[in-house]
């Protein structure tokens, strides 16, 4: 259980590192929504391996195949199956944990749930997991511009103990592109670059803070109590590999604040409710308030490393165990679209909750 | 939609703020439980307004009534229908709020979503619908001692600037409840109370931080990939009002760290697998490895205050608001059972999908 | 579980014969709909016992109650708490059953299932629990008006070997609620009576047919391929308690056609694609097609009667058995208004499921 | 929406006639279940086209491909997924049908509802779909074998007038597949088989009625009171191509019963609780009670006929239509392994919501 994702806009995700492939069969895209394999491709390109010098040397080119719910070129409202085979995938190199948990992984705890284990590449653990949801992502996205909702960016915004200095409501694609850490402060971009290469030079990894600003995001969008839009985005973002924390709007800083200097007076503007501030992050009640969704994710430092580290066996005897496999230095580079995906799935499952409430209201008084 | 929660053990709550009660349906608990209403009232009544000078002077006894599932004093499997009529209710009080908007509340996004707002005391929104959540919680948590599970401890770790210094794992419900701020280091207490007080005169409110605590949890507690434990409680935490992040094990200082000095070491302890440090907080992949589940909640100063604040009314006219419905200055000390309960109902839920997939996989090899 | 039902307009009921009372907590009505409580009080008198000589002597007003979710005699969009008390509960006279199974009740499989039963008067098995549905059911159907869907008309078609000879299209409401059989054919109404009071001097129990057609139900209900419309109604009709048997269109009877007898001809009506005959009954490949809905449902005798049966004890000793609880004769004319009311929930939620996909699907080519 | 089915044995098909191939997602099967793609083909091969002259000429292989979630011969708790790519695919044969509307199909009702139809020999409407059921019901069944649940057949009892003379329980795998019909009283089938034939060569087609009897299912399967296993038996089987009606136990011949004649009186063997009489069909109140469960499944003649037919196109104009698309004259045969395959599914969901449940109560009194 646990592979799905989404209400209305609905994912099931498939596949592990070593296997036949990963995937995703996305149910619930509006019908009639012109989309080409190239559109899923361009973000499949930005999440896959291999891609600069600080990410895994895994070499997937992660061709996207659509296989159902596209007809002469648009969706038709029955399930699409979008998958990629595995290609560089080489199990022996992983032969020697077989029978070694590695720490800070899934190893064992996969082992206590299941009571069997794809150790190869981490197995349905692996980041390659995240290729159906980085897929179903672009399509969430294409879903949200039709109905004219912004743009969401993320970007590294903090990496070790560097720190971007950067108005997020600025960032854009481009920015983010420019650098190979998709940090859009060149000069923190350079320190996270020097600093990742002298970890992988190490055989250490490094963690790091993505920051994800959603742009014209129409108010009413969540529901309350459970599917609080914050709550859901908090779900989405902590089903990532490796995160380990998520804030919304001021966060844990706002903690510090008194009432009267943390709430966001109202004015308006154009015929529209505005905030002044926005410690809110665009959300108040669970429900987006039009302002941009502002939001903060914790990355912790990539569990692979080739430093040698004490563990257990299955046979919970000690042993030594030093990372082989290949792995990313430091995730945040690649982590950047999964953030992005899982906003945009999460927005849109809500916009097509708010159309079918305003659908279902909209005759009455 | 959004008022149901859970999986296997699954509830949903209804009721407002000034309508004629709040309760929950829980739908999925064990049957043959022994169940009184009186250990439903003890959390009850940790939650209650009133019960010490740091809360809301509104005065209700919020006493439980069980009116189905529940047999000479057991379970029988069937929806438990819970639910505690309002008492208190001061609607006139909110008349003047009618048709504007209070800052950092509600109104303005349940208006944009639903063109109507029941404007008297929060409504739906308002933190009387917890009351439900902590009554399933409190079952949740006898099912969860049923099984061998251990207490989950909450506690306020930090007021405003004012931070507790505990050993999470040494906290008990007794020391939490030693002090009405529900902060276990007697001194932290004495300053958060002070400034409390201080801020209540000021008629300002303030925000802190909870932390909890779930001990002896099995390892295999969560599901891969969506339903990961982190996210789920995530996803339970963001839905509290006035919550605003998040963190799990190390969380965002974590992301300081290298590899090599965060990976949790294992080791063989009585023939249990176990690790040296926790930063992974007890999860690892998404599934509870044995260790105690450690989180912590930022919640947001309340946003009722006594201080005149800009705003703009539902005719778009600017306008000035001065709280005046009864609140809490600082929401930190009643929030302790509302943390304890959703991450309560997590676990429960979550023991239950384990013990289904045990007793599925139960014959094979 | 088990207690909920619906996708967008989701209910869950709870409650048992002999408890504090019955209940639905409905969530995902929109926003806005002008709703009293005398409304569903209407469909609730058409459910209640006692109502004729024909239905079981048992007092209840069943009066609902309103608890949430409506304000100032409009829903908010917030879960809608609908409840009645149970008032003529007489537990004392399912004593003697308490460790006695009665035949082809559900004494025996609860107790399997859950080693623990609520033997008075039925508990969770007793028909009470349907009026949380016929309430709900209420509200679906305003939905549904208010949408322009039409009327969903029920009635008894068949009580033993007895027939109405009637054109389904052609039954209203008044003709229905003429006699008290709720058959709208005067004449076998007549014969019903009397067989239905000769079954009850005997002290034995009648089966029959309901009928229902929907009227005016827009094309396009329904999704592919689980969901299709035929199959959550035939879900929802075979969840009412002595149901055995649903059929759509042409049913049982049309398998002995030949495809070019059963095929529908389509035609062209005032700009409308029609069918010349409806052997579909108003559903093709799981979406309705614009005709009527035609539908036909089973139940058995009551499973009460007044006559001695073998049986068993918890104990496994043989026993005999005689029901002196109190009991319909035939259940048939207080089913009607459950046939309708889940008709109508499932409409209802197909109905706002389409009015999603439209507003999702609307900005798109 | 709508392509999921199950609870805690899930699975998500998706897939069409004429695209990249169809499969299924299945979420939920059971840790190290033993697993080999030859199980599952065993049972596509009874379902596939081609397999004798009474089913369509389309010659398709339909090898099971299976890429996830299985390792080493062994399931691992993550999602399976199997598809089979589409091969003999002739999209150009239904070119002449892409502006009309073929009566009794899903061509208009597609059309109404998305706005847009693969119109590529039935796209999702088509039987290909229920090859993902068929590979997935092949998995359920070997859970409920795994568990010491018996096995599920089904037959055909009825083709237009002709109907077999069998006892429901005496018949076997080896008895069905005896003939091409899968009917297993061979004067019966012999009939059935000329009566094919005959359609087949007037370009017509037949209805029919497949039985099914489930053996040693366990007392405690089915979740009142929405989730009753009669009710989703019902669900199952209605989202079949082409099936009209759906009876259990005595269904609607039943209700010319009285009560005193169709109750089941209950007696003790071998300690355990048995009926003298099946009418219940193997459930009362929701739940199995040990007995067999016995359905019967009405299906409609094939809509595909090759006989001139009115009907309309997408401009509304009148137009007359002959099919020659690649049919079966009568879906019965291949039915067969779909309706074995709804009911294993279900069976196996319950079976596991069981095994959760008596987990869950395991250590209650």
Redesign the interface.
């Known amino acids: 259980?646990?592979?799905?994702?989404g209400?209305?806009f609905?994912i099931?995700?498939?596949?592990?590192s070593h296997?036949?492939?990963?995937?995703v069969?996305l149910?619930?895209c509006?019908?009639?929504?012109?989309l080409e394999p190239a559109e899923i491709q361009l973000e499949l390109d930005r999440r896959k391996p291999g891609q600069s010098r600080l990410t895994t040397p895994r070499q997937e080119e992660d061709r996207v195949?659509?296989?159902?719910?596209v007809?002469e070129g648009?969706?038709?409202?029955?399930?699409?199956?979008m998958?990629v085979h595995n290609k560089d995938a080489r199990p022996a190199a992983y032969e020697h944990m077989k029978d070694v948990?590695r720490?800070?992984?899934?190893d064992?705890?996969?082992e206590?749930?299941?009571?069997?284990?794809?150790w190869?590449g981490g197995?349905?653990?692996s980041a390659r997991?995240t290729i159906g949801r980085v897929a179903a992502g672009a399509v969430a996205r294409k879903?949200l511009r039709?109905?004219?909702v912004g743009e969401v960016h993320a970007y590294v915004s903090?990496v070790?103990?560097i720190e971007a200095k950067v108005d997020p409501l600025g960032v854009t694609r481009e920015r983010v592109e420019a650098s190979i850490t998709r940090c859009p402060d060149p000069e923190a971009a350079e320190e996270m670059e020097s600093a990742i290469d002298n970890?992988r030079r190490r055989g250490?990894?490094?963690?790091?803070?993505v920051t994800c600003v959603a742009h014209d995001v129409p108010?009413?969008l969540?529901?309350?109590?459970?599917?609080?839009l914050?709550?859901?985005?908090?779900?989405?973002?902590?089903?990532l590999?490796a995160?380990?924390?998520?804030?919304?709007?001021?966060?844990?800083a706002?903690?510090?604040?008194?009432?009267?200097t943390?709430?966001?007076?109202?004015?308006?503007e154009a015929?529209k409710?505005r905030?002044?501030t926005n410690?809110?992050?665009g959300?108040?009640?669970?429900?987006?308030?039009?302002e941009p969704i502002y939001l903060r994710v914790?990355?912790?430092?990539?569990?692979?490393?080739r430093?040698e580290?004490?563990?257990?066996g299955r046979d919970?005897?000690?042993a030594k165990l030093e990372g082989t496999g290949r792995h990313d230095p430091c995730v945040l580079p690649r982590a950047v679209p999964m953030v992005e995906a899982m906003v945009s799935l999460v927005l849109c499952d809500h916009?097509?909750?708010?159309?079918?409430?305003?659908?279902?209201?909209?005759?009455?008084?």
């Open positions: 259980m646990g592979s799905s994702f209400h209305l609905r099931h995700t498939w596949g592990e296997g036949g492939g990963v995937g069969a149910d619930g509006p019908p009639r929504l012109p195949e659509i296989l159902s719910g007809f648009r969706t038709t409202g029955s399930p699409i199956l998958m948990f720490p800070s992984h899934a064992y705890t996969y206590a749930k299941y009571g069997i284990r794809n190869q197995g349905r653990a997991e879903v039709q109905h004219g903090q070790h103990g970890a250490d990894s490094l963690g790091g803070v108010p009413g969540g529901d309350p109590v459970f599917d609080k914050e709550a859901d985005l908090a779900k989405a973002i902590l089903s590999p995160c380990k924390g998520f804030e919304i709007g001021s966060g844990f706002g903690t510090k604040l008194t009432g009267s943390h709430n966001d007076p109202f004015f308006a015929g409710v905030t002044r410690h809110s992050g959300v108040q009640g669970g429900i987006s308030n039009g914790a990355f912790k430092p990539t569990a692979t490393i430093i580290q004490d563990t257990v919970l005897e000690a916009l097509l909750r708010q159309l079918a409430l305003q659908g279902a209201a909209g005759e009455l008084p």
